[in-house]
């Protein structure tokens, strides 16, 4: 769960047009929106302190070092929000981008190694988002979604999003998810593409699953049961009466 | 799959809106065709740039 907050922050994170990579933070802001931030990703029930911080960075940014939660972290995470203190009520601002410095998963850093998309990346891996969000429009600019490596490989994603309804950030996965991209730009560099998409996950091949003394839960049907669970909930039109009835 | 250095692009106009939970749903229904594929995209334009280089 704490994971896939994570990831909801990277995919909110705009950095392109929201066009506030000046603006400046306050230590108050800077404090505050934490505060929301650490409830979204942190361990909620143990008071574990998951890094440093936060600071006012030189250039106005907010700033947490050493950021850590179970065995996925960061050395720095970097943050803006123009409307802070909606961020601070868990609501959306108006915009907001959010950098992820030397980012690490499992139980050593991105450098030190580690399998699947980490191969390629050799030397260090940093992620980031950002966004701009219009109330009234119920529309929202993904400025860039990106993944990068110090072996010069980036993977980036632009959308436009319509129809995204008004809500908290907590909610702010399934409400994009529901949302419509009406456009969508992926880019992809890299210095060996070949490498590069092999090095991406993959299913286990059945025969693998079979030696496995204690797989671990397919994937398709986890993703099934989550999603007929979810089905109740989901707008009319969402997922047609067949694919409902496959479910 | 070239086998080089290089940018990959792709851009997608889809005016009726593209619903994220859609692919998600169908890539968890395990045995999607093509045509299910297709028949999201309907009504959008994509466009696949290869740039070698870098």
Partial sequence: MRAICLVTLLLVAARAVADIGTAKMTGDECRSTWGTIATLIGPQDTGKKIGDGPFVADDGACEMRDLGVDKAGARRLRWRAEGAQAVTQGQMPVAAEFDLLDIYLGDGPAKAGGGGWFKVAKTRVDGGASFRWDAASQTMEIGQFYLTTGAGNRIALRADVAGLREGDLETLGPRLLTAKVTALDISLDSTDLAAFVAALPKRNPPDAKATTAHPPPDPVTSAQTLLAAALPDLPPGVVDAESAAAL | ?54
Avoid at chain 2, 16 to 26: D, E, Y
């Fill in chain 2, 1 to 54: 799959m070239p086998d080089a250095a290089g940018r990959l692009d792709l851009h997608v106009d889809a005016p009726n809106g593209l619903v994220p939970a859609s692919f998600i749903l169908l890539g968890a229904l395990g045995d999607a065709t093509p045509q299910d594929v297709f028949r999201l995209l309907s009504g959008s334009k994509a466009t696949i740039r290869w740039t070698p280089g870098g």
